[in-house]
């Protein structure tokens, strides 16, 4: 069985120090070189296959996954599923970076016996749609409205699904990320990305970067190194036909600005819902086959 976690542990080293090697100029002091490296540890953030393996709770109170063979054989078994989301960079705010495979999406301060689903806007989003697209995804013909989603399953439809996550610019940013400079450093980087991507070999990837009608991650980075996704017949879903793959293209998982002036109707976590799950409800209907052809 392919080791996915080892494979991506490896291209996500290499670009950390390459990072640090494009830091450093000749005869750099020994102690300005450990600055560089301690810089680029700081910030760097791993991401990738979210971890399946045992829950911990750390001495600030949250509840981190570790990683397991669970790992690889569920996402070797769900391959013609699998989802990948892309988004920009890591909101680190001040803080140091951690290892977002790590992020189990409880509330810090519950509980491993009595978990409450995280109330951050992104990673909460994360799980809506994680338990909208497993019900689609393994039933075609079901789809599941918004406001009856069964909170008390969502933390377990985690826990059990495989999907992936991954930063664009693996640098932490703060609250509001700019896109020339995230696809300014994506480019540098681009061959890991590449081989990062590949290596998780998703089925579904979720661009989160709309802004004005266009999706920078999907239009301006997927399509201009080596893919060649098109629009299809529901609004929001491509294809890239010659891997057969879609992409989705969906704002920011913290987005909430207004999308109707007229009416003053905000971005609320049932439209993204609705975006992502409900677009891909409409395009399987039209294409039943699409998930069980390589």
């Not at 990320?177 to 998780?200: M, T």
């Amino acid at each position: 069985m392919k080791d996915y976690q080892s494979t991506n542990n490896q291209i996500l080293e290499e670009m950390k120090q390459e990072m640090i090697n494009r830091m450093v100029t000749d005869n750099i002091p020994e102690s300005k070189l450990q600055e560089i490296r301690q810089q680029v540890e700081d910030s760097f953030c791993f991401d990738g296959i979210m971890f399946k393996g045992e829950l911990h709770q750390n001495e600030m109170g949250d509840i981190v996954r570790i990683s397991s063979k669970k790992d690889n054989i569920l996402w070797a078994n769900n391959l013609n599923k699998n989802v990948l989301f892309i988004t920009k960079e890591p909101n680190l705010s001040g803080g140091c970076a951690w290892d977002q495979r790590c992020d189990s999406f409880r509330k810090r301060g519950s509980t491993i016996e009595h978990p409450m689903l995280i109330g951050h806007s992104l990673d909460k989003r994360i799980a809506y749609i994680i338990y909208g697209l497993k019900s689609v995804l393994d039933t075609p013909s079901k789809f599941i409205e918004f406001e009856n989603i069964p909170n008390e399953n969502i933390l377990e439809a985690i826990d059990q699904y495989p999907f992936a996550r991954i930063n664009l610019k693996k640098t932490g940013g703060s609250g509001k990320a700019n896109d020339k400079i995230v696809l300014a450093e994506a480019e540098v980087y681009k061959d890991y990305l590449k081989r990062q991507i590949e290596n998780i070999n998703p089925k579904i990837i979720i661009c989160c970067s709309n802004s004005r009608n266009k999706n920078m991650i999907l239009e301006e980075f997927l399509n201009s190194n080596g893919y060649n996704f098109e629009w299809t017949e529901v609004e929001g879903i491509w294809i890239d036909k010659s891997r057969n793959i879609l992409a989705i293209d969906s704002y920011h998982l913290s987005y909430y600005g207004i999308y109707n002036k007229k009416e003053n109707k905000r971005y609320d976590d049932k439209t993204f819902y609705n975006d992502v799950v409900k677009r891909l409800y409409e395009y399987l209907l039209r294409h039943p086959n699409f998930i069980s052809q390589e």
